[in-house]
């Protein structure tokens, strides 16, 4: 049975940016952190169901990794993480998402819609949109963060379809 969403994970171009905006603008906590060679010990220490091609491939990766910085999780609520992942070669920019199928954005929920407006804007941060009330009932703004991922902010209220259906 599914209990939630545990995280979202992002390839990003520049970790002490990400990091300074999920952290210090929006009052995330570092969890943890990984090297490839943490990893690898890890798996090492435990026996594995079937050791294969591809185990056996991926294994190798981590050792020629090393000591490299593998990934960060953020924790925005217990048991809700964002994971960032460090990248040591080139990538191209994912084109405009809104021209394709699939993902288009994840959202926040908060307690205080004002008092995150607020902290971000005092960071120096320009939100996409003005704080406004949805037409789910629901307040909400919309922010970029420095790797171009937009995400929306919401902030519930009694009357927001998300809590009460469509009843």
């Not at 939630?4 to 929006?26: P, Q, R, T, W």
């Not at 819609?113 to 406004?132: N, T």
């Amino acid at each position: 049975m599914i209990k939630g969403i545990s995280h979202i994970g992002f390839d990003v171009k520049n970790m002490e940016s990400m990091l300074d905006f999920y952290c210090n603008a929006l009052g995330m906590k570092k969890k943890f952190s990984m090297t490839f060679s943490q990893a690898l010990r890890k798996m090492q220490s435990e026996p594995q169901a079937e050791m294969n091609e591809e185990l056996t491939g991926f294994m190798q990766y981590l050792g020629q990794m090393g000591d490299k910085e593998w990934f960060v999780y953020l924790e925005m609520a217990p048991n809700q993480l964002i994971e960032l992942f460090y990248q040591y070669g080139e990538k191209k920019e994912l084109p405009d998402i809104k021209q394709y199928y699939g993902y288009q954005h994840f959202s926040l929920e908060v307690d205080n819609i004002h008092e995150l407006w607020d902290r971000v804007c005092q960071y120096g941060i320009k939100p996409d949109s003005p704080i406004r009330k949805g037409v789910d009932g629901t307040y909400q703004f919309w922010l970029t963060d420095p790797d171009g991922n937009h995400f929306e902010v919401m902030e519930y209220t009694k009357e927001s379809l998300q809590i009460t259906g469509d009843e």
